[in-house]
């Protein structure tokens, strides 16, 4: 098992096959829902809406799908708490809708390790990481993600194959993880395919290091701005997309469920009260039972001078 200690781990600490050694569980409240939307903004209607959650046939209260991603992402945090960056996520898939007063538990497991370049004479490397997050009722989430990680000293040569980003999954082999709802209740979009709608709604990244307390993340760079060479403190890759999906929710305001993730990369860093713009664009959609499924092309850029573009989200959601 990976031993994190003190100041790490360290490239070299990491060993193929070997499990992270895992953080505290997390029973999911009402409380972190709406700490999750104080953070976010985020208008899922079945999360807000607890009588529109059961009209569509769910039972309990919901938590908000991107809050269970972000716990779990946490939990993995023990493995990357010296990461100079978390490159991309792949092979997402959100099995199934988690309820206020599950606990979640996320195990972490080494796939593979390579050396990468050193810079600024700093040796490092890529680590990928295949998660499973489960709760009382079962499994809930599963993916791949993939840190690029400080090396204590030249780091051992490591030449694993590392996958990139994972291709799209066709539409109807996803239809197994949507839950049994009928969506007539909510709010449907009208949305061409191809056609790519900006949300006017800009907003800042603000709260960024409680949000990585929220979920335990464990990443030195979010909380200790001296750790990045900009001199600011770097805010979580995840916060970008959480915001990203808090846009998708207004302008798909019927979005009940997401259900993968083709891809979710970081291009370029975010800084807290960076002003952030998301632009989403509707690739394909796919006739099930009790709506359809939509997957989008989201891009999120910073519009205050900062880096530019910041995040390539490529979701699969449920909606009417």
């Known amino acids: 098992m990976v031993q994190p200690h003190e100041l790490g ?4 600490d990491f060993t193929v096959g070997a499990e992270v ?25 079945l999360t807000a809406d607890q009588g529109l959650h059961r009209a569509v046939g769910g039972e309990g209260v919901l938590a908000n799908p991107g809050l269970v991603a972000h716990i779990s992402v946490g939990q993995t945090t023990n493995a990357t708490r010296r990461a100079i960056a978390n490159l991309y996520y792949r092979s997402v898939r959100i099995l199934r809708p988690v309820r206020v007063g599950e606990t979640l538990r996320t195990s972490t497991t ?5 050396s990468s370049s050193p810079k600024d004479g700093q040796h490092r490397g890529k680590v990928w990481l295949g998660i499973t997050t489960v709760g009382d009722d079962g499994e809930c989430m599963r993916y791949e993600r993939c840190a690029l990680v400080p090396a204590h000293g030249t780091g051992p040569e490591a030449t694993d194959e590392i996958p990139g980003p994972s291709d799209p999954t066709p539409l109807p082999d996803l239809v197994p993880l ?16 191809g056609e790519t709608r900006v949300d006017p709604l800009r ?3 603000d709260l960024a290091a409680p949000f990585a307390r929220l979920t335990f993340n464990q990443a030195a760079v979010h909380r ?8 600011r403190r770097l805010v979580y890759g995840g916060h ?19 259900v993968a993730w083709d891809g979710c990369d970081h291009v370029g860093p975010a800084f807290e009260d960076d002003l952030l713009e998301f632009s989403h664009q509707l690739l394909e959609t796919f006739d099930v039972p009790g709506g359809r499924l939509l997957r989008l092309a989201v891009t999120g850029v910073t519009v205050d001078g900062g880096a530019g573009e910041v995040l390539r989200w490529t979701p699969v959601v449920f909606a009417p």
């Open 9 to 12: 781990p360290f490239f070299e």
């Open 21 to 45: 050694r895992p953080l505290p569980t997390l029973t999911v409240t009402e409380a972190d829902n709406t700490a999750y939307r104080a953070v976010t903004g985020d208008q899922h209607a």
């Open 110 to 114: 080494v796939l593979g390790k390579r």
């Open 178 to 193: 949507l839950p049994t709802w009928d969506l007539a209740p909510l709010e449907r979009t009208e949305w061409p395919a």
């Open 203 to 205: 907003d800042h990244v």
């Open 224 to 231: 200790d701005r001296t750790l990045p060479a900009a001199g």
């Open 240 to 258: 970008v997309q959480a915001l990203a999906q808090a846009s998708l929710s207004r302008i798909l305001p019927g979005l009940a469920q997401v």
